[in-house]
């Protein structure tokens, strides 16, 4: 059975909202909350807001959309001591008013709150609320009127649910990305946070946890076919509206996703073939493509000899300098450097075949598609030349086959760094 755990949390890594980003983010979601309280200090109405972020961001489920463009929600809240005279209307123009020019597109007053959008980066949906103390709050829709909403009330829900591994959260996290690469109405980002609070399969690998989660949320769609909200409103079908051409289509898209999680996860099945069938769903630009072959697949191994390699470092116009060495001293190995790796100890009986594994691994292999680790025959002089193309945590085995069994083997890290 091919393993993608690993590469799951390398494709979380890539989806998840970046830390720095997010701290941009909510610097900027601050700037906005100041102008907003401005506002109502110098109208003086009687209002002052409060502010509780909500939805994805908050839950840590935020993933890096393809179109680049994401949303981020946070809730507005009047306290008040009886409920509002003025209409649900008249506090939607107020925010309207409160952030005009803050951006170079003018708000847009939607029914259930008010969006500021930052061209091409994201858009800041504002919801308005009025709370009576010790009572749920109540949410301005324009069409429905002031209607009973708790957001921050779901929050909690889904971290009770959650997993202290994360996992959960990645399993969200790993639909909403399915549900961004696929063409066609699939649920949204919360409906996804509810099926798989409701349906998730816990396991040591994410590939597994996936793949039970999705049999178990197809089986209970199929058996009856809705999702409801498990906070303020409550017993809300968030799947009620759903034509039945959408209901065909996301069982459809269901059923193939999970044969392909079947097929990835089947014991004939390949660490490559198992990305691609993962890439179907993901996209090939997205998910790791990992094809590291296994020396162990292919000969028995009893190591009973020595081996050691090195590698020669060169670069024009520098001095040539042994790898093990500058490892040793802690010198920085930096990319365009000319890499020899041979054998320099060995003390098995000749005849016997020479094989080496070079192994790309981190996040600049991934983005640039370039994840190695086929095991390749040696030219017949006992070396391998690669170069250090780009940084990460790389390494390069080397093994001795007599007889068909692998009878020797080393290996050396090839930390390539950043420049300073």
């Not at 972020?53 to 680049?68: A, H, R, V």
């Not at 809705?226 to 051409?245: F, G, H, I």
């Not at 390494?395 to 001795?400: G, K, N, P, T």
Request: net charge positive.
């Amino acid at each position: 059975m091919a393993n993608c755990h690993k590469l799951f949390l390398e494709f979380n890594n890539l989806i998840a909202l970046d830390p720095k980003r997010k701290k941009t983010l909510r610097t900027s979601r601050d700037a906005v909350r100041e102008k907003i309280r401005r506002y109502f200090q110098d109208k003086q109405n009687g209002f002052t807001p409060k502010f509780h972020g909500q939805g994805s961001f908050m839950m840590n489920t935020i993933i890096e959309p393809l179109d680049g463009e994401f949303d981020i929600d946070d809730g507005i809240y009047f306290k008040v001591k009886t409920k509002p005279l003025q209409a649900v209307s008249t506090f939607h123009q107020w925010i309207s008013e409160a952030i005009n020019a803050h951006t170079k597109q003018n708000p847009i007053d939607k029914q259930t709150c008010v969006r500021l959008v930052y061209a091409r980066q994201y858009h800041l949906d504002l919801p308005i609320y009025y709370i009576i103390e010790g009572q749920t709050p109540y949410l301005a829709h324009k069409g429905k009127g002031w209607i009973k909403s708790d957001p921050r009330e779901f929050i909690k829900w889904f971290n009770q649910k959650a997993d202290n591994d994360g996992q959960l959260k990645r399993i969200v996290r790993y639909l909403k990305a399915w549900s961004d690469y696929r063409k066609g109405e699939l649920p949204s980002g919360l409906i996804f946070s509810i099926l798989a609070a409701n349906n998730i399969i816990f396991d040591e690998r994410d590939d597994v946890a996936l793949y039970k989660t999705l049999l178990n949320i197809k089986s209970n769609l199929e058996w009856s076919f809705v999702c409801y909200r498990p906070t303020t409103p409550a017993n809300e079908n968030l799947l009620e509206d759903y034509s039945k051409t959408n209901k065909n289509y996301f069982l459809r898209q269901l059923g193939s996703f999970i044969q392909s999680a079947e097929k990835a996860l089947d014991d004939k099945t390949n660490q490559a073939d198992a990305c691609k069938a993962w890439q179907n769903h993901f996209g090939k630009d997205r998910f790791p493509f990992d094809s590291e072959e296994f020396i162990d697949n292919y000969f028995r191994v009893d190591i009973r000899y020595k081996l050691k390699i090195d590698c020669l470092v060169s670069q024009t116009g520098f001095r040539t300098h042994s790898l093990r060495e500058m490892i040793s001293r802690k010198l920085s190995l930096l990319p365009k450097k000319k890499l020899q790796f041979s054998i320099v100890e060995c003390n098995v009986p000749k005849p016997f075949e020479v094989k080496w594994k070079v192994r790309n691994v981190g996040e600049e292999a991934i983005r640039r598609n370039q994840i190695r680790g086929q095991i390749l025959n040696d030219t017949g002089n006992h070396r391998r030349n690669e170069s250090s193309n780009f940084y990460g945590s790389h390494f390069v085995e080397c093994y001795i086959i007599k007889n068909n069994v692998c009878v020797a083997r080393d290996r050396i890290n090839v930390p390539i760094k950043l420049p300073d």
